[in-house]
């Protein structure tokens, strides 16, 4: 299992449990989505997607989020994912939802129309990233949508979501989205 660190906030510092299947999110891209969307924060509505450790999601709520459901399909993950929301104290402004996100997002549009700020942080070139946006397309109201994906990986046309600004880092990029 590998560890991560809370980089803001209420828990800066404190360690969170990874397991080892996940790609986690670079200390340094973290930094950089949070600075990117730092005003957004405090008390947002935040949906973590394809959450594995929960380490945005959890970032968020260090930083003042006022809750964030966590959606990922990993049963080793979510448990994991559960022991760090305990340990943080964060667990009564978290909801964790096992399942397909693709399928999750369709199935709750009105959780997704409500969001301030949605993290997507898939496999890396994996087609669901695509999948997922054009879903998010259509049900966003006013969220700001970051998606963290390979620099290999080209975003898909969208209607409704513009790319706001990206950062590169390494093989990594972040765009960020708004409607």
Do not use: C
């Amino acid at each position: 299992m590998s560890r991560l660190r809370v980089a803001g906030g209420e828990a800066r510092g404190r360690r969170l449990k990874a397991p080892k299947n996940i790609r986690p999110t670079q200390g340094v891209v973290k930094q950089a989505i949070f600075n990117m969307v730092a005003a957004r924060i405090e008390g947002a509505t935040v949906l973590d997607l394809f959450a594995g450790s929960g380490a945005l999601g959890i970032e968020a709520l260090s930083r003042g989020a006022a809750s964030v459901t966590f959606v990922d399909q990993q049963p080793r993950g979510l448990a994991i994912l559960r022991q760090n929301l305990d340990a943080l104290g964060f667990s009564e402004r978290a909801r964790v939802v096992r399942g397909d996100v693709v399928r999750w997002l369709e199935a709750s549009p009105d959780v997704v129309g409500s969001a301030d700020l949605i993290f997507l942080d898939p496999p890396y070139e994996d087609i669901v990233l695509d999948r997922a946006l054009r879903v998010l397309d259509r049900e966003v109201r006013s969220a700001t949508v970051l998606a963290e994906h390979s620099r290999r990986q080209m975003l898909p046309q969208l209607e409704r979501l513009r790319v706001d600004r990206e950062r590169r880092h390494g093989d990594t990029i972040v765009t960020v989205l708004a409607v």
